[in-house]
């Protein structure tokens, strides 16, 4: 599942599984806006430094962001993170996200008939730095997470 990231990670991935919700949809034909999928990188970051640091931390800035396939309302997208450095006050992190059921959208079928994806569909990723101050730093809260 994964095609990146395994190089230099600190403790473990964190996953988010959220469903793609009709209040989520901000387009014609119920396309959601590659913001909402920011929204979830930014919760799975603030874990990993809950895990880390034992604080939530500031989103400083995105390095990069792709949003590589439409993502819409009734999809189910893995959110994946992991720290690949931590600094002195900063976690540089990467993200995937990953659809892995979509509804089936087939006029022959019920309109909640859902398909389960043979592959997970990387939709997006991006890279982005965290920010926890020395004075809110409280060390690693999960022992996957022991600093080096």
């Not at 959220?18 to 806006?33: F, I, K, P, Q, T």
């Not at 590589?68 to 992190?93: H, M």
């Not at 982005?128 to 997470?145: N, S, Y």
Request: charged share 30%; glycine share 10%.
């Amino acid at each position: 599942l994964f095609r990146s990231g395994e190089s230099k990670m600190v403790g473990k991935k964190v996953i988010l599984r959220v469903r793609m919700g009709s209040g989520d949809a901000h387009y014609a034909g119920e396309l959601v806006n590659g913001s909402k999928i920011l929204d979830y990188f930014g919760d799975v970051g603030t874990e990993l430094c809950i895990r880390y640091d034992g604080d939530e931390s500031l989103f400083r800035s995105y390095s990069s962001v792709e949003f590589l396939e439409p993502v819409y309302s009734g999809d189910y997208i893995e959110y994946y993170g992991w720290i690949e450095k931590a600094g002195s006050t900063s976690r540089t992190c990467k993200f995937e996200a990953y659809k892995v059921i979509e509804l089936a959208k087939d006029p022959n079928l019920d309109l909640s008939a859902a398909n389960i994806l043979a592959e997970p569909l990387l939709v997006g990723k991006a890279e982005g730095t965290l920010i926890v101050r020395k004075e809110q730093q409280r060390g690693a809260q999960d022992p996957d997470f022991k600093h080096e």
